[in-house]
Structure formats: structure tokens, C-alpha cells
């Protein structure tokens, strides 16, 4: 019989989370953050996050401020927790600002525990449209004026206005204007309040002209019969970012001869206990495959004793499901979500063969396996050898080859039925990773947080999350 082990050494991926249990922990960035309140009066009814693993998956989790009193945490954007024992619910509501099925709701009894830096959970997220891809050519001829999901959209910033201040029915307010451009196709930007502010310091501290930008979680609207991106409460602006899709992007109008205008113009539950992983031998996962279930984790402990396929080591993938893309002219086309996207993330995919001594098999080792293995990304390993072709496998890869892991691997239809005897390993004990390298890291500028304390004496609206005034900074209530 398989020998039975509770596995307490590794953490919950968030693509994995499901609404049975509130047992749940995982490890997270916290890459954005920001409250719902009222335009008018000011008062929070609520905290938004945005979490990101090292699987480069992301949800959003909510909190109400009495929820978040009753945690006692200080939290800041940038930050990596430890996050024990939450609600997952499906997901509704429009202009959602990531593309996931389900959100987090954080409950009395959730615990946060600040821990150091991990740097192999990217800094940032996006599933990112170029701006001449928001509407397709001869498309539609009307705006969708509150769509399923925000989008993330990057362009060179032209015709920048100055900030300044006009006068509105909550009072005087900061404005900024500027047109957000592929050098084809443009689109105005209007900005309101403490983000237009933070905003505008950014971009004149900028020295790297033309500045590109990526606003994150906003919204194509019309204005005097004018697109325009509009901003939302959970919009952030990143300029300038040092990630691949912003260099790709400023290289490729740079080829196409862009050039910048020079003139401007003005114009409480009860969880279900979580099943315990057992642990097996590769003969005796393969004698018992037909009676487990799809979807099923177990535990295999085994030497990589050669990798398999050294081609496809590297796969463009979707950004919002992780499953391969196809690339059509200039686009990536998912054909599971479906979504279409202007770049293909990069993930590892390294078939090995694995032998425990009892039994020899082969193994698919997804990208969170590989990643932290070797502690590095698909992205890093090709800029350190451009003078290979993209196709042949880093040599630094092969180190992999002699070494004992033990990994989760999740069992797939074919398995059970006995059609594939590949295994597909998804997750990697943290004993099994030594050392540190560098990882794919981006500038962190300005990280706004929220503690405790700020939620004293306020009224709970409990109410869906809906709009409010940008912030940028801190979130402040006022008692």
C-alpha cells in the first residue's frame, strides 16, 4: 500500500483554490491595493488586494474594515505574506480587475504573516492589450461602457498637459490630460485626484523619453464622441517599468521609426477538512493510477536521470490560464479562455525521466517546478545566452539532471485511464531548492499600505465593491 503523509512543506497555488474549504494558505505579493468608499461622504466600506504567487497567478481579495480591524495587520503594497484561512467565492460583478473565476473574502479567524522578500513572485501582474489592440480595425463601433473585466493597456504617453486644477461639484480637484499612442492609434487619458498628482511627479522625474505606460485596471469609455481610457479605483500607472513587455514594446516602434510629437495640443464558515496528500513510489503510482481520481495530488519522491525533449524546453503561454497560445501574426490567441492578447508569457516546460529505483518514468516539470529549481525565469535564462538561438536549451538546465526531488504531482484523465504515462509534476517541496539566484525583478517606486488602525470608528456598508476615488499612496479614513 502507498504510504500516507500529510505534506506541510509547501503552500496552496491560488489557481488551485476552489469554495469548499476556508483551510486554505498561501504565499503572496500584495501588488496593489486600494479601498472602496463613498465619493461623496469619504467613508471606506471596504479594502481590495491583489495577490500574486510564484506561479504568476493572480486574484483579487476583499476585506471589510471591520474584518480587517479584528486581523490587527499592517499591510503594504510590494509586501509577501503568508495567508491562512479565507473565504473563496465565485467571482461577479463588472470591470473586474483581474480575469480569474474567483475572489477571496477574508474572514475574523484569516491570519497574515508578514515574511521576507521571495524573489521568485514577480513584482507585477498584467494581462496587457496594446493600445491599437483595444478595438480591432472595422470592429465595433460602440464602447462598452461597463465590461466584464478592466484592461491593462500599454503605449508611448503623448501630448502631455500639465497638471492642474479645476473646479468640480466635490470642490476643486487635480486633473491630467495626455494621449496614450502606438505611434497609429491614440487614445485621450484623463485622470482625477491623488493619482493625476502622483502621477504627473512620476512622469516629469522621468528621463527615458518617450515614456511608456502601462495603466492597469481601467476602462475604454467615450467622451464628446472621443475614446478615451478612463481610470477606476483599482487603476495604477507604471512608467517606464523595467519588464519585458515594455522593452519589447518601445524596440518594436523604435523599429517602425516612431517618433514622439514635439508639440502638444490642448484639448464564519465551517471548512472542510483538506484531503491529506499521500505519498508514492513511481511503481506504485503506476500499479494504483486506475484507482484515484482526475485531479487527484500525490507525492513522488525521485532522481532526475536525464531530460527528455531539450527542444521544447519554453512555451508561450496564456497570461490569464497559463495553457500554450498560439501565435497569429502579431497576436497570441488562447483557445481555452478565450482571450487574444499583444504578448505570450514565457513558462518552463522540461520533460524528464524519473527514477526512484522502483521504477522509472517519465515526468513533465510545469514552470513553478523548474523556477524554482533552478531559481531563475524562461526570460532571464534567454537574455544571459542571446547568442543562442531561442530554441536550444540553456546549458545551465542540465544541472538539473542527478538531482532527488520530491514533487506533487496532479493527475491528469489520461492517467487515470491508463492512455499517458507522462506525470505532470505542479508543485516542488521547498527542501527540495538550495541556493539563490536573481530572478526577473522590476522598480519598486511608491508602495501604499493600510493597518489596522485605520479602520477605528467607521461605518461597515456591506456592499459590493464599486467605485471610488483613485488612491496612490496611503488609504486614509477620516474619523
Not at 383 to 412: C, D, F, H, Q, R
Not at 450 to 479: A, G, H, R
Amino acid at each position: 500500500m502507498a504510504e500516507s503523509s500529510e505534506v506541510n512543506a509547501m503552500f496552496d497555488h491560488l489557481e488551485d483554490l476552489e469554495k469548499s474549504r476556508t483551510d486554505w494558505k498561501i504565499k503572496v505579493r500584495v501588488t496593489r491595493l486600494w479601498p472602496t468608499s463613498n465619493a461623496e461622504s469619504g467613508v471606506v466600506k471596504g479594502f481590495n488586494l491583489i495577490l500574486l504567487d510564484d506561479d504568476n497567478y493572480h486574484l483579487h481579495a476583499y476585506v471589510y474594515p471591520d474584518t480587517w480591524k479584528a486581523i490587527g495587520k499592517d499591510v503594504k503594497e510590494g509586501g509577501v505574506y503568508i495567508i491562512e484561512s479565507f473565504q473563496v467565492r465565485d467571482t461577479y460583478g463588472r470591470l473586474r480587475p483581474v480575469s480569474t473565476n474567483v475572489d477571496l473574502r477574508f474572514l475574523n479567524s484569516t491570519k497574515i504573516q508578514p515574511v521576507e522578500d521571495d524573489i521568485m513572485i514577480p513584482l507585477h501582474k498584467f494581462e496587457i492589450l496594446e493600445v491599437g489592440d483595444l478595438i480591432e480595425p472595422g470592429g465595433q463601433s460602440e464602447v462598452d461602457e461597463n465590461p466584464e473585466y478592466a484592461l491593462d493597456v500599454i503605449g508611448m504617453i503623448e501630448e502631455w498637459e500639465p497638471a492642474s486644477r479645476v473646479p468640480t461639484r466635490y470642490g476643486e480637484r487635480e486633473t491630467l490630460r495626455f494621449k496614450l499612442s502606438n505611434g497609429r492609434v491614440s487614445y485621450g487619458v484623463c485622470l482625477w485626484g491623488e493619482l493625476a498628482v502622483t502621477v504627473s511627479k512620476e512622469y516629469e522625474s522621468e528621463k527615458k523619453k518617450p515614456v511608456v505606460a502601462i495603466i492597469a485596471s481601467s476602462k475604454l469609455t467615450t467622451f464628446r464622441q472621443e475614446l478615451q481610457i478612463g481610470a477606476l479605483p483599482s487603476t495604477r500607472i507604471y512608467l517606464n517599468l523595467n519588464i519585458e513587455a515594455v522593452e519589447l514594446f518601445r524596440k518594436r516602434l523604435e523599429a517602425e521609426g516612431y517618433k514622439s510629437p514635439v508639440v502638444a495640443r490642448r484639448a464564519t464558515i465551517t471548512p472542510t477538512p483538506a484531503t491529506p496528500v499521500l505519498m508514492f513510489s513511481l511503481r506504485h503510482l503506476t500499479e494504483k493510477i486506475t484507482s484515484l481520481a482526475e485531479k487527484s495530488t500525490v507525492m513522488v519522491t525521485f532522481k532526475i536521470s536525464d531530460i527528455e525533449d531539450k527542444e521544447n524546453w519554453w512555451y508561450y503561454a496564456c497570461q490569464s490560464c497559463h495553457e500554450e497560445v498560439e501565435k497569429v501574426e502579431r497576436k497570441y490567441k488562447c483557445t481555452v479562455c478565450p482571450r487574444s492578447f499583444s504578448y505570450g508569457e514565457k513558462r518552463f516546460r522540461l520533460l524528464v525521466l524519473a527514477d526512484d529505483n522502483s521504477f522509472a518514468s517519465t515526468v513533465l516539470l510545469t514552470d513553478r517546478v523548474v523556477k524554482r529549481l533552478e531559481q531563475t525565469t524562461v526570460t532571464n535564462l534567454m537574455n544571459s545566452s542571446k547568442e543562442a538561438p531561442i530554441s536550444e536549451m540553456p546549458s545551465v538546465l542540465k544541472n538539473i539532471v542527478g538531482k532527488t526531488v520530491t514533487v506533487k504531482i496532479s493527475l491528469s484523465k489520461s492517467n487515470v485511464d491508463g492512455d499517458s504515462n507522462i506525470y505532470r509534476a505542479v508543485d516542488l517541496c521547498e527542501g527540495s531548492v538550495s541556493g539563490k539566484k536573481a530572478a526577473e525583478y522590476s522598480p519598486i517606486t511608491k508602495f501604499p499600505s493600510f493597518d489596522q488602525s485605520q479602520t477605528d470608528d467607521y461605518v461597515v456598508c456591506l456592499e459590493t465593491p464599486t467605485s471610488s476615488d483613485s488612491v496612490s499612496k496611503k488609504i486614509k479614513m477620516e474619523p
